[in-house]
């Protein structure tokens, strides 16, 4: 995760030290792990925010893991300590993340991607990551694909865009990705995320696949 230096309220301002401070030292809060998932995605992950003149960046690693009708997003620093846990699902989205002091606070809202904007002060493609990562859009939303058949290189969907970097060779499945949102927006807030994911999860298989 990213901390902005924006006038949050205290708690904001609590969850967005922790996401920071747990990424360059060690801490001892820790979130349990979720239930058995239908598909997992894991890998490295960076990335930078621009809010007006001020820039802040943070790396780390990631785990996606989708369930039916919901999904687990969860970041870690390089030492493996929690940035942040995103829960989504059709009754509505949970963030948990460290605070200062090193326990752990819950934000609870109507969709995972306006809870990371209220709380953090910036938007997370969390709603539409079990697709994108995929390198699909999201079915039954708006979006523009490139090219219009075969895999997709680049999709333009809810604000964000994602283009493929790099896909495995042996499946054909996503390996590096960009997700850039607000990038045109000089005034406001951008963020730029990278993800290397570890392994391919063979699309024929994926259960998730629509």
């Given amino acids: 995760m990213i901390v902005t230096r924006s006038a949050f309220s205290s708690a904001r301002r609590c969850a967005a030290l922790g996401l920071l401070s747990l990424a360059v030292v060690s801490g001892c809060a820790t979130v349990g792990p979720p239930d058995t998932a239908l598909v997992t995605y894991s890998g490295r992950f960076a990335a930078n925010v621009s809010r007006g003149g001020e820039r802040e960046a943070v790396s780390g690693r990631f785990t996606l893991a989708t369930y039916p009708g919901r999904s687990t997003l969860d970041l870690a620093s390089p030492l493996g300590n929690t940035l942040a846990r995103v829960e989504s699902g059709i009754d509505g989205a949970t963030l948990t993340a460290p605070q200062a002091d090193g326990t752990l606070a819950s934000w609870r809202g109507d969709s995972a991607d306006a809870l990371a ?14 697709d994108w990562i995929a390198g699909r859009a999201v079915p039954g939303r708006p979006s523009l694909r490139v090219p219009e058949s075969g895999p997709a290189q680049r999709i333009e969907q809810d604000g964000w865009i994602i283009v493929v970097d790099e896909r495995f060779e042996d499946t054909g499945a996503p390996r590096r990705l ?33």
């Fill in 117 to 130: 904007q209220s709380v953090l002060g910036f938007e997370l493609p969390v709603e539409g990551l079990a």
């Fill in 178 to 210: 960009t997700f850039t949102h607000g990038a045109h927006n000089s005034a406001g807030t951008s963020l730029q995320l990278r993800l290397v994911l570890d392994t391919a999860y063979p699309a024929a298989q994926d259960p998730s696949r629509r």
